[in-house]
């Protein structure tokens, strides 16, 4: 204690040297302790959180949030020890909160997509690799950052979204689920073997090595059309064999039902005239 009383008489009269009174020359030296060790307390929070948040969130997540927490903190660290000094920080408050507020409004845009950024990388809404489907933009995730998501179309084209679209509209995740259900529809002419043709059907689905067993695959009648029956086939695949499935099965089922000689009807269109035609030849 005497030593502490010591330090501090010394360091007054130092200030007071400098042409400053004793009361603001203690103000001065409780600031700066308050500096000093404020900082020491933000640099502690600040690692501490880093360790939690590095556990719980990705590192790009981490980085931005820990930014955030330790500029906070010196703000206020700031308004602390000019209080200390006797500071009046009232109208600075009040001129940063409009400034804030200002900025806030003109940056509502950028705010918005960095918040859903977070939010998407945080929530694994969407990684790099997923088929996806955004609007009338359909492609794999070739890239996500805080603020846009990049995904590839399918032919090719490389589609920048900002990340508070991709959270406002319609997202289809292809990439989430284990299988996919695979839908065709085969049109048989009317007076076929229905029940051949289903038999020539099923079989096909069975053969098939991606089809899956369960879900079990469902072949129906949807309704009868112009020109034949509906048939529609549904047939679940894993996620990873949809596409190849997509292009297979229907040729397959196609060439099997041909090759059973099922008829596939092609559009037809019967025309009645009210009045007899008469196609013979005609004189000159």
Known sequence: MTNFSWILETVINAFTSLGLSRDLALRVF???IILAVGYVVVKIITRITSRIL???YPRQITIIVLRIIYYSLLFILIVLFLTSLGIDVSGLMLAGGFAGLVVGVALQPVLANVFAGLYIIAEKVVQPG????????SGEVISLSIMFTRIKTWDGIIVTVPNNLLLSSVLKNYSKTTARRIEITVSIAYGEDIEKAYKVIREVIDKY??????????IFVSSAGDNGLLVTIRAWVPRQYYYQAVKDLPWLIVKAVSNAGIEIPFPQLSIWFKTPLNLGPTSK
């Open 54 to 56: 590095l556990k719980l």
């Open 130 to 137: 997923n088929a996806v489907e955004v609007g009338n933009v």
């Open 30 to 32: 409780i600031a700066l």
């Open 209 to 218: 090595p991606y089809t899956l067993v369960e879900p079990s695959p469902d």
